[in-house]
């Protein structure tokens, strides 16, 4: 757990956008995804949660901006861009779920 807290911190000082994934960043991502979908183990008790794509943090970002490689939310097809999905409907994802950060925080505590 301090590992990965150590990454997200470190992550917060790395906003460029670069072309190509650090070695810390694939390991980062590669066990974000093998998580399963935050959204589905949190609120609907799956424990085999569906297959993750990841979604990069919209919170505090401009339009058109993206953020950086640690700053991601494992999330199945349907919360991220299906019918209850961030994409979909932002505004009512939040409503729902929650604060991206704070899905985060979950995240990072239950690794």
């Known amino acids: 757990m ?3 807290l150590k990454l997200f911190l470190k992550s917060l000082k790395i906003m460029a956008k670069k072309k190509n994934k650090t070695k810390d960043e694939k390991q980062w991502l590669n066990k974000m995804s093998e998580f399963g979908c935050c959204i589905c183990k949190r609120y609907y008790d799956e ?8 979604h990069h943090i ?3 970002m401009g339009m058109g901006q993206k953020n950086n ?3 991601v939310l494992p999330l199945c ?9 961030f994409h979909t409907s932002p505004k009512k994802w939040v409503e729902a779920y929650g604060k991206e950060s704070k899905m985060l925080e979950w995240v990072l505590e239950s690794l």
Do not use: S, V
Not at 47 to 54: K, Q, R, V
């Open 77 to 85: 097809h349907h919360h991220h861009q299906g019918k209850d999905g």
């Open 58 to 60: 919209r919170e505090g």
């Open 2 to 4: 301090l590992q990965y």
């Open 47 to 54: 424990i085999d949660a569906p297959p993750a794509n990841l």
């Open 69 to 71: 490689h640690f700053m």
